[in-house]
């Protein structure tokens, strides 16, 4: 038995399918095998163990293996050295909050992310920790330099961001924080690793929501962040064995298999998402659309360089309509879901926006309410007819 040791020598390709599988050393298996165990048999002498630490397989909180595979094929992935695998995107945004913020310390966040990072670092750590924040246009390169302080200890920027699919230069965003010694983490969610990976463009701490792209099935949560080891020990320590966001094994079992096809549902979503952009330009009912790969997007030029594999599957886009018209639009719809979330096989659709309290960040044109739109793997023609039957459908001319 000749073990793969597949490493980032390997294609993209070969290491999603290959990364972090090899044969089962007890059965032969050609499938690491999902282990739904708590505890893990411990030495003669097990005094010299640490109950805190991760290197010894104690107990499924501290590390378990199926979440040992998956960490090895998402480092793998990003070209990251080290990664922990969390129980969902938000344990990970939490974990990495968590880990290096503390009393007295100032966060920069762009003023476009998921909602849960807006929360945690606009109210909660604010309110328990007396952690200072400044939300600033993380598209404006101006605008970040202008908001740090000397007391800066991490800039968090989410690019494309959720839900306004805003760009943020990671590379230019790295050099800011690192010359004031504070850290750079990015969330990648929208993009994946197949489009883009943080690391390589100096980002100290990459985070996933497994749940999206990477999973890919809708069906199993889970979140990650990649880094150098030292930074990712100490999120294991702080957020997975000693606040408890561990990831259940069948989960990480389920997303270690989602992610296998990851590079070959990328290429579709790209290829799907920047068509129905162009569609959705043409029509005179859409007041605005917002895509990467569209060259109208402001920094249009900053996610070619960044985002190699492609735009991402998730756009966001207005009508000239009324709140009504918006949801009878979705109603009528019969082939994407009305649904939250992304990055799923099927194609999900929200309309958001209208009575959101962060509508003050937002460009001028979100105001109106807008739709995020997470392109599945249906046929792009047959995703383009059902808004176009929609929108007939429900009067809007
Ligand atoms: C969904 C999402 C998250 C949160 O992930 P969960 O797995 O749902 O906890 C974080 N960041 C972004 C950009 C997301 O889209």
Same mark, same amino acid.
């Given at each position: 038995?000749?073990?793969?040791?597949?490493?980032?020598?390997?294609?993209?390709?070969?290491?999603?399918?290959? @990364?972090?599988?090899?044969? %089962?050393?007890?059965?032969? +298996?050609?499938?690491?095998?999902?282990?739904?165990?708590?505890?893990?048999?411990? !030495?003669?002498?097990?005094? *010299?163990? /640490?109950?805190?630490?991760?290197?010894?397989?104690?107990?499924?909180?501290?590390?378990?293996?199926?979440?040992?595979?998956?960490?090895?094929?998402?480092?793998?992935?990003?070209?990251? !050295? %080290?990664?922990?695998?969390?129980?969902?995107?938000?344990?990970?945004?939490?974990?990495? =909050?968590?880990? =290096?913020?503390?009393?007295?310390?100032?966060?920069?966040?762009?003023?476009?992310?998921?909602?849960?990072?807006?929360?945690?670092?606009?109210?909660?750590?604010?309110?328990?920790?007396?952690?200072?924040?400044?939300?600033?246009?993380?598209?404006?390169?101006?605008?970040?330099? +202008?908001?740090?302080?000397?007391?800066?200890?991490?800039?968090?920027?989410?690019?494309?961001?959720?839900?306004?699919?805003?760009?943020?230069?990671?590379?230019?965003?790295?050099?800011?924080?690192?010359? /004031?010694?504070?850290?750079?983490?990015? %969330?990648?969610?929208?993009?994946? !690793?197949?489009?883009?990976?943080?690391?390589?463009?100096?980002?100290?701490?990459?985070?996933?929501?497994?749940?999206?792209? $990477? /999973?890919?099935?809708?069906?199993?949560? @889970?979140?990650?962040?990649?880094?150098?080891? +030292?930074?990712?020990?100490?999120?294991? *320590?702080?957020?997975?064995?000693?606040?408890?966001?561990?990831?259940?094994?069948?989960?990480?079992?389920? $997303?270690?298999?989602?992610?296998?096809?990851?590079?070959?549902?990328?290429?579709?979503?790209?290829?799907?998402?920047?068509?129905?952009?162009?569609?959705?330009?043409?029509?005179?009912?859409?007041?605005?659309?917002?895509?990467?790969?569209?060259?109208?997007?402001?920094? &249009? *030029?900053?996610?070619?360089?960044?985002?190699?594999?492609?735009?991402?599957?998730?756009?966001?886009?207005?009508?000239?309509?009324? &709140?009504? @018209?918006?949801?009878? =639009?979705?109603?009528?719809?019969? $082939?994407?879901? /009305?649904?939250?979330?992304?990055?799923?096989?099927?194609?999900?659709?929200?309309?958001?926006?209208?009575?959101?309290?962060?509508?003050?960040?937002?460009?001028?044109?979100?105001?109106?309410?807008?739709?995020?739109?997470?392109?599945?793997?249906?046929?792009?023609?047959?995703?383009?007819?059902?808004?176009?039957?929609?929108?007939?459908?429900?009067?809007?001319?």
């Amino acid at each position: 038995m000749n073990p793969k040791n597949i490493d980032a020598a390997f294609g993209f390709l070969t290491r999603a399918v290959h @990364g972090g599988n090899e044969t %089962d050393t007890e059965t032969g +298996a050609i499938r690491r095998p999902i282990t739904m165990a708590n505890s893990y048999e411990l !030495p003669y002498d097990p005094s *010299g163990i /640490n109950w805190s630490g991760s290197d010894a397989s104690i107990y499924t909180r501290n590390g378990g293996a199926n979440q040992r595979y998956l960490q090895e094929k998402l480092a793998l992935l990003h070209n990251a !050295p %080290d990664c922990v695998v969390l129980a969902s995107g938000v344990a990970a945004l939490a974990g990495v =909050f968590f880990t =290096f913020l503390k009393s007295g310390d100032h966060v920069v966040m762009s003023d476009s992310t998921y909602i849960a990072a807006y929360r945690l670092i606009n109210e909660l750590f604010p309110e328990k920790f007396g952690v200072e924040k400044t939300l600033a246009d993380s598209a404006d390169i101006e605008a970040v330099k +202008a908001a740090v302080k000397p007391n800066t200890k991490l800039v968090h920027i989410e690019t494309p961001s959720n839900p306004t699919i805003k760009i943020s230069d990671i590379e230019a965003i790295a050099e800011i924080a690192h010359a /004031n010694g504070a850290l750079l983490s990015a %969330d990648n969610t929208f993009a994946s !690793p197949y489009n883009q990976r943080p690391f390589e463009f100096g980002a100290d701490l990459t985070i996933e929501s497994l749940t999206k792209y $990477i /999973n890919g099935h809708g069906d199993a949560m @889970g979140g990650a962040v990649l880094g150098e080891k +030292a930074l990712i020990d100490r999120i294991r *320590g702080q957020a997975m064995v000693n606040l408890g966001g561990a990831i259940s094994p069948f989960n990480a079992w389920l $997303i270690m298999r989602g992610a296998v096809t990851l590079p070959l549902r990328m290429r579709q979503h790209n290829e799907s998402a920047q068509k129905i952009a162009e569609f959705l330009q043409t029509l005179p009912q859409v007041r605005f659309v917002a895509y990467p790969g569209l060259p109208e997007h402001k920094n &249009h *030029g900053i996610a070619a360089r960044q985002m190699q594999g492609g735009f991402g599957g998730v756009l966001a886009f207005g009508l000239n309509t009324d &709140h009504d @018209g918006h949801n009878r =639009f979705v109603d009528r719809l019969r $082939i994407i879901t /009305n649904a939250v979330s992304l990055g799923h096989d099927e194609s999900l659709i929200v309309f958001l926006g209208e009575n959101d309290e962060r509508q003050y960040l937002y460009g001028d044109a979100f105001h109106g309410g807008f739709f995020r739109l997470s392109a599945g793997l249906e046929d792009t023609d047959d995703l383009i007819y059902d808004m176009e039957q929609a929108l007939k459908s429900a009067g809007i001319v």
